[in-house]
């Protein structure tokens, strides 16, 4: 099973995207556990995903979270803007896959 954690201010606006992702996950036989918190929160949260995927409206907290991350060895990395603005589920989910290297 496949985990992606999304992280955004408060973990409201990325939860269409949650949805989005899940669909897609879905319709293509993908078993997945995709949960979206605050900024605060994914820092507690993050060592139970094999990726963590941050709004683009926190990137200027990409290297923070990444050194946390490391801890885990996991990546992190900044939701397409397109994708996050279009809640494209599907490219969105595509760069989840790209950064755990599947």
Do not use: N, R
């Not at 099973?1 to 319709?27: D, F, H, R, W």
């Not at 603005?85 to 989840?96: F, I, L, S, V």
């Amino acid at each position: 099973m496949k985990k992606i954690l999304l992280a955004c201010s408060s973990g409201m606006s990325t939860s269409l995207l949650v949805t989005k992702m899940e669909e897609y996950a879905k319709s293509i036989g993908d078993e997945v556990k995709i949960w979206a918190v605050g900024q605060d929160q994914a820092k507690k949260e993050m060592e139970e995903a094999h990726v963590v995927l941050i709004g683009p409206q926190m990137s200027f907290l990409k290297s923070e979270m990444q050194k946390e991350a490391q801890e885990y060895g996991i990546q992190v990395d900044v939701i397409d803007m397109v994708a996050y603005g279009m809640a494209d589920g599907k490219k969105a989910y595509e760069q989840a896959l790209s950064l755990m290297g599947d």
